[in-house]
């Protein structure tokens, strides 16, 4: 038996201006801005949330929990908020990495509290446990999904969604998926997960960025059976209308603290690779995951300091001078560009303390590593992982419902 997955068609509604998009996409510091033709684009996109002449319907009279944080707006209107209005039960908040607000550091624990505004009780997904519990979907009769996802592997909230997914289908819950675009959607590259590596940084066998939406993606746990009781699955994924993969999209909101502005997002499938090693890649300045440094001169000429801020608490190297490179006015690459990790190995003073061990977590494999050690070449390293890509591409094939 198959996973029940329904896909909601475009709506034959004429085609709703998108004003967030038109006033709230430009950001402060270097990078490309929005072409009259992006925003042209842009201005025709409706997200998944935006339908609700498409989903309202399946919330009326129901119990309702919802998996959101800052990003989960409505135009300029949370999601929590817009199903209040509209008299949507909801009984229940799921948090995720970074919490409801979106203040708290990478890896720092979320705790249980209770919303100021609504009072709705806020369940944090990113401390003791990040898996709904039975008893926390015991009195929920639907889960509705919507959080802003940048498209690398280790971005923790598609693994939320995977722990919110099994869950529900364990329980008999219905989901609900509210996509919205991936803005590293128009590339696929990196190794495959190694399932002996699999994490919370990496659940599934995909590659480090894999090129699909959260709603595409649900698809592919689901029919593909990567959460315990898959057969059971009630997924419903409301899609987007007039997105497509190669679409240029800003978010409006940043999706996490350290990823700051478009320039950021479309750097950090390669930069985040860095965490997994001596480097630092600009937490604790105004500019994170656009540079790169260690505490040497002979890393590079630019420097920079990094100071406890928002969503950096303590940073690494925190007030010691970094040597490196700053990435700000360079154009991010469309595949993951390895070359620069191996540049820096190849600079630092004492290479056998370059690597940690999330750097294999991170990319799903410890073959990049001891490639990296034994001299090989981006390009060498790429053909190494080419054959699992193209497999994985056929599979992508099978779920992609944009394009």
């Given at each position: 038996?198959?996973?029940?997955?329904?896909?909601?068609?475009?709506?034959?509604?004429?085609?709703?201006?998108?004003?967030?998009?038109?006033?709230?996409?430009?950001?402060?510091?270097?990078?490309?801005?929005?072409?009259?033709?992006?925003?042209?684009?842009?201005?025709?996109?409706?997200?998944?949330?935006?339908?609700?002449?498409?989903?309202?319907?399946?919330?009326?009279?129901?119990?309702?929990?919802?998996?959101?944080?800052?990003t989960s707006m409505v135009g300029h209107i949370h999601l929590?908020?817009?199903?209040?209005?509209?008299?949507?039960?909801?009984?229940?908040?799921?948090?995720?990495?970074?919490?409801?607000?979106?203040?708290?550091?990478?890896?720092?624990?979320?705790?249980?509290?209770?919303?100021?505004?609504?009072?709705?009780?806020?369940?944090?997904?990113?401390?003791?446990?990040?898996?709904?519990?039975?008893?926390?979907?015991?009195?929920?009769?639907?889960?509705?999904?919507?959080?802003?996802?940048?498209?690398?592997?280790?971005?923790?909230?598609?693994?939320?969604?995977?722990?919110?997914?099994?869950?529900?289908?364990?329980?008999?819950?219905?989901?609900?998926?509210?996509?919205?675009?991936?803005?590293?959607?128009?590339?696929?590259?990196?190794?495959?997960?190694?399932?002996?590596?699999?994490?919370?940084?990496?659940?599934?066998?995909?590659?480090?960025?894999?090129?699909?939406?959260?709603?595409?993606?649900?698809?592919?746990?689901?029919?593909?059976?990567?959460?315990?009781?898959?057969?059971?699955?009630?997924?419903?994924?409301?899609?987007?209308?007039?997105?497509?993969?190669?679409?240029?999209?800003?978010?409006?909101?940043?999706?996490?603290?350290?990823?700051?502005?478009?320039?950021?997002?479309?750097?950090?499938?390669?930069?985040?690779?860095?965490?997994?090693?001596?480097?630092s890649v600009g937490r604790g300045t105004d500019f994170p995951?656009?540079?790169?440094?260690?505490?040497?001169?002979?890393?590079?000429?630019?420097?920079?300091?990094?100071?406890?801020?928002?969503?950096?608490?303590?940073?690494?190297?925190?007030?010691?001078?970094?040597?490196?490179?700053?990435?700000?006015?360079?154009?991010?690459?469309?595949?993951?560009?390895?070359?620069?990790?191996?540049?820096?190995?190849?600079?630092?003073?004492?290479?056998?303390?370059?690597?940690?061990?999330?750097?294999?977590?991170?990319?799903?494999?410890?073959?990049?590593?001891?490639?990296?050690?034994?001299?090989?070449?981006?390009?060498?390293?790429?053909?190494?992982?080419?054959?699992?890509?193209?497999?994985?591409?056929?599979?992508?094939?099978?779920?992609?419902?944009?394009?």
């Amino acid at each position: 038996m198959l996973p029940k997955i329904h896909i909601f068609p475009f709506s034959l509604k004429y085609l709703m201006v998108l004003s967030l998009c038109l006033t709230s996409c430009r950001y402060e510091g270097h990078g490309q801005r929005l072409t009259a033709k992006d925003t042209a684009v842009q201005s025709q996109l409706r997200l998944g949330a935006e339908r609700m002449e498409v989903y309202l319907s399946l919330l009326k009279g129901k119990k309702v929990a919802l998996v959101v944080n800052h990003t989960s707006m409505v135009g300029h209107i949370h999601l929590v908020d817009t199903l209040l209005s509209r008299g949507i039960q909801v009984e229940k908040i799921f948090a995720p990495e970074h919490g409801f607000r979106g203040t708290a550091d990478a890896g720092e624990h979320v705790q249980n509290e209770r919303d100021k505004q609504t009072l709705i009780p806020i369940v944090s997904l990113y401390g003791k446990n990040k898996k709904p519990r039975p008893g926390h979907l015991q009195d929920i009769d639907v889960v509705v999904f919507d959080m802003q996802d940048v498209g690398a592997r280790f971005y923790t909230y598609i693994s939320t969604m995977h722990y919110v997914m099994e869950a529900c289908a364990e329980q008999g819950k219905e989901i609900i998926i509210l996509d919205r675009p991936n803005p590293n959607g128009d590339y696929i590259d990196g190794p495959v997960l190694d399932p002996q590596f699999r994490s919370f940084v990496g659940m599934h066998p995909i590659p480090v960025v894999h090129g699909l939406t959260v709603g595409e993606l649900a698809q592919m746990i689901a029919g593909e059976r990567w959460i315990q009781a898959a057969d059971s699955c009630k997924l419903t994924v409301v899609k987007m209308e007039n997105y497509k993969h190669s679409m240029r999209y800003e978010p409006p909101v940043r999706p996490s603290p350290n990823l700051p502005n478009y320039h950021a997002i479309r750097w950090y499938p390669t930069l985040c690779l860095f965490e997994g090693t001596a480097m630092s890649v600009g937490r604790g300045t105004d500019f994170p995951f656009q540079v790169v440094g260690y505490p040497h001169p002979g890393m590079g000429s630019f420097r920079f300091t990094p100071h406890p801020n928002m969503g950096a608490k303590h940073p690494l190297y925190e007030g010691k001078t970094c040597y490196g490179l700053d990435l700000r006015k360079q154009a991010p690459p469309a595949y993951l560009a390895i070359e620069y990790i191996i540049d820096f190995y190849n600079r630092f003073p004492d290479k056998q303390q370059f690597f940690n061990r999330y750097f294999d977590t991170l990319c799903g494999t410890d073959q990049v590593r001891k490639q990296i050690e034994a001299g090989k070449s981006a390009a060498e390293i790429r053909r190494q992982w080419a054959k699992d890509l193209e497999k994985y591409k056929q599979l992508r094939a099978k779920y992609v419902i944009y394009d």
